[in-house]
């Protein structure tokens, strides 16, 4: 079975850094993807992390544990736009499709 | 613009009714898939779609069924709808199957009265 655990809910302050966690339990683990979606929009691509370490993309960074199932989305100088839910999923060996986790709903305030 | 294209945009739906979401793509993806999703259920995978000619049962494939008779078209048809089948319903595709980059259409939102 596959099981992927993240917060519901969060809230930050503009220009601050937030960090959204992921946790993980799946059989023949592939890679680790971060999805974006706005209110009413559709989900879009942020990153993707396969190997242990830190991918940064701009003021996005993704960083993934294989050992403890441990990920996590960190975002730098929080703006307004950045107000979103924000979707870990999960990919499996083999041509399985991505397992989403429940996504956390972040709320950046001024 | 290339991407994929989802109709209708919305729907309501009397229970009983038979009713089929369309999915096309233009970016000759190989896999497809639909997902449905629910307040805090997030996104569910219903059926997938490899390559043309072949599809698979995803975690909530019962009431729905697809075909894949060409690379671009992935329609979801549900044979008799349910109040339980209201949700926004969202059509994606990736280059190769496997791929976790996904790329979505714009939902599709039904509502099963």
């Known amino acids: 079975g596959q099981n992927i655990d993240q917060p519901t809910e969060m809230t930050a302050t503009e220009g601050a850094i937030v960090q959204i966690n992921c946790t993980y339990q799946t059989s023949g683990f592939n890679g680790l993807f971060w999805y974006q979606q706005h209110a009413g929009e559709a989900p879009t691509f942020l990153s993707y992390n396969v190997l242990d370490g830190l991918e940064e993309k701009g003021r996005f960074s993704s960083f993934l544990s294989r050992s403890k199932g441990y990920s996590y989305l960190l975002l730098k100088e929080l703006q307004m736009k950045d107000s979103a839910s924000y979707l870990c999923?999960?990919?499996?060996?083999?041509?399985?499709?991505?397992?989403f986790g429940k996504g956390t709903r972040l709320s950046v305030i001024a | 613009i290339a991407g994929i294209t989802q109709a209708p945009t919305s729907q309501i739906l009397a229970a009983g009714r038979r009713m089929t979401l369309r999915c096309t793509q233009d970016m000759r993806h190989n896999a497809m898939y639909w997902y449905r999703q629910d307040l805090g259920l997030g996104l569910r995978l219903i059926h997938y779609?490899?390559?043309?000619?072949?599809?698979g049962k995803g975690e909530v494939p019962d009431g729905y069924s697809v075909s894949r008779a060409n690379t671009d078209d992935f329609p979801l048809t549900l044979a008799s709808a349910v109040p339980s089948q209201t949700s926004v319903y969202f059509c994606?595709?990736?280059?190769?199957?496997?791929?976790?980059?996904?790329?979505f259409g714009e939902g599709s939102r039904l509502t099963v009265l």
């Open positions: 779609s490899n390559t043309a000619g072949t599809t």
């Open positions: 999923a999960a990919r499996n060996s083999g041509n399985t499709p991505l397992v």
């Open positions: 994606a595709s990736s280059e190769l199957a496997g791929s976790g980059e996904l790329f």
